[in-house]
Nanobody, 121 residues
């Protein structure tokens, strides 16, 4: 399975950005797509995880970030609103055939290449 990300960029505080993650290859019904992020000098942290139509969000992004899916395009979107400087990070999407988790990143089988999101104050 391959994941290709797009989107990201530079935005001012309070702005919005959308990331895309397109999945290709031999997937299965019920797979999970998660978004993680890693800021400079910090550990990678889970942002959201989506599986079978359900999405779970980290407390830090609840109410501001929203995940949607386009099944025809095998693409998952991360809409990020009301961005803050602390959201600055490289964002990665990740794939797992069964498990949806925000904490056990080693569970994931495939990762996107990463997309830089920078929020200026």
């Amino acid at each position: 399975v391959q994941l290709v990300e797009s989107g990201g960029g530079l935005v001012q505080t309070g702005g919005s950005l959308r990331l895309s993650c397109t999945v290709s290859g031999p997937t299965n019904d019920g797979y999970a797509i998660a978004w993680f992020r890693q800021a400079p000098g910090k550990k990678r942290e889970g942002v959201s995880c989506t599986r079978r139509g359900d999405t779970y969000y980290a407390d830090s992004v609840k109410g501001r970030f929203h995940v949607s899916e386009d099944n025809d395009k095998n693409t998952v979107y991360l809409q990020m609103n009301d961005l803050k400087p602390e959201d600055t990070a490289v964002y990665y999407c990740a794939f797992d055939r069964q498990v949806c988790t925000l904490t056990f990143e080693l569970e994931y089988d495939s990762w996107g290449q990463g997309a830089q999101v920078t929020v200026s104050s």
